[in-house]
C-alpha cells in the first residue's frame, strides 16, 4: 500500500503504483475543489492535518479494505496547503484481479478517510471562511 | 504538559500548542476534557472534540501519562 500526506497530488504516480499485471481493473477516486458550498461561493480551501497520526489512520482503513476484498494495489494521497478550485486534494485508489473488489474498496476507503483521518478544511468564501463540520 | 492543537481548536486558543499548568494536570483524558471546558468554553460550542494520545484516538477513561503526545481532535473534515 502507498499512504501519503503531500503537498500535490500526482495522479501518475498514484496510477503506477497500481498498476499490476495480475490487475483487470484499476480505479481511481479524485476528490477536488468544488467552487460551491451551502449555496456560497467558494474561492479556495486549505487543508491541515495532524500527519503522524493521518498517517496512521489512513493506514488501519486501508488494512480493513485489505482485509475485506482481495486487492493488488491500494494508494491514499491527501494534499495539504492551500488549493484552488478544480485541484485534486485527495486520491484514492484500488486495483484487483476483477472490478467489483476495486470499486467496492474504493468507495470504503474515502467514506472512512472522511470519518476518522485527522485533516480538516477551511472553506474560504468571498466575505469569510469557516473550518468545515466544526459546529452543529 | 503540552497540547498539540489544530484547525477550529488552534484558532479558538490563539496558539499551536497548549500548555496545562503543572498544579493543573489532568489525570485522565475526561479530566483534561474538563479542564478545557473552564478555560475554553468555546471549544464546548464544537460538534465534537475529540483527544488523541500518543497518535491515537483515546476514550475519556484513559490516563494521560507524562511523555505522551497529546492533540485535540476537532470535527474532522479531509477528503
Redesign the interface.
Known amino acids: 500500500m502507498h499512504i501519503s500526506i503531500v503537498d500535490q497530488i500526482d495522479l501518475n504516480e498514484a496510477y503506477q503504483q497500481l498498476q499490476s499485471d495480475s490487475a483487470g481493473g484499476v480505479n481511481l477516486f479524485v476528490?477536488t475543489v468544488r467552487d460551491h458550498a451551502q449555496g456560497k461561493q467558494v474561492t479556495k480551501l486549505v487543508?491541515?492535518?495532524?500527519v503522524?497520526?493521518?498517517l496512521?489512520q489512513m493506514e488501519k482503513i486501508a488494512l480493513q479494505a485489505q482485509q475485506q476484498w482481495p486487492l493488488e494495489g491500494l494508494v491514499m494521497q491527501?494534499a495539504v496547503g492551500e488549493k484552488q478550485i478544480g485541484e485534486p486534494?485527495?486520491v484514492i485508489g484500488t486495483s484487483s484481479a476483477h472490478r467489483d473488489a476495486s470499486f467496492a474498496a474504493c468507495r470504503f476507503l474515502?467514506d472512512e478517510?472522511?470519518?476518522?483521518?485527522?485533516?480538516?478544511?477551511?472553506e474560504y468564501y468571498q466575505d469569510n471562511s469557516v473550518?468545515?463540520?466544526?459546529?452543529? | 504538559m503540552e497540547i498539540?492543537l489544530?484547525?477550529?481548536t488552534r484558532?479558538i486558543v490563539g496558539q499551536n500548542q497548549l500548555t496545562v499548568p503543572t498544579q493543573d494536570r489532568p489525570e485522565t483524558v475526561g479530566k483534561l476534557k474538563e479542564w478545557l471546558a473552564q478555560q475554553y468554553p468555546a471549544l464546548q460550542?464544537?460538534?465534537s472534540l475529540a483527544v488523541?494520545v500518543d497518535?491515537?484516538?483515546a476514550d475519556d477513561a484513559q490516563p494521560l501519562p507524562s511523555g505522551a503526545e497529546v492533540?485535540l481532535?476537532?470535527?474532522?473534515?479531509?477528503?
Open positions: 476528490g487543508f491541515e492535518a495532524y503522524p497520526m493521518a496512521k491527501h486534494v485527495v474515502i478517510l472522511k470519518k476518522t483521518v485527522p485533516i480538516w478544511k477551511k473550518w468545515v463540520n466544526a459546529h452543529p | 498539540l489544530f484547525g477550529i484558532e460550542k464544537l460538534s488523541a497518535s491515537e484516538y492533540a481532535i476537532p470535527p474532522v473534515s479531509g477528503g
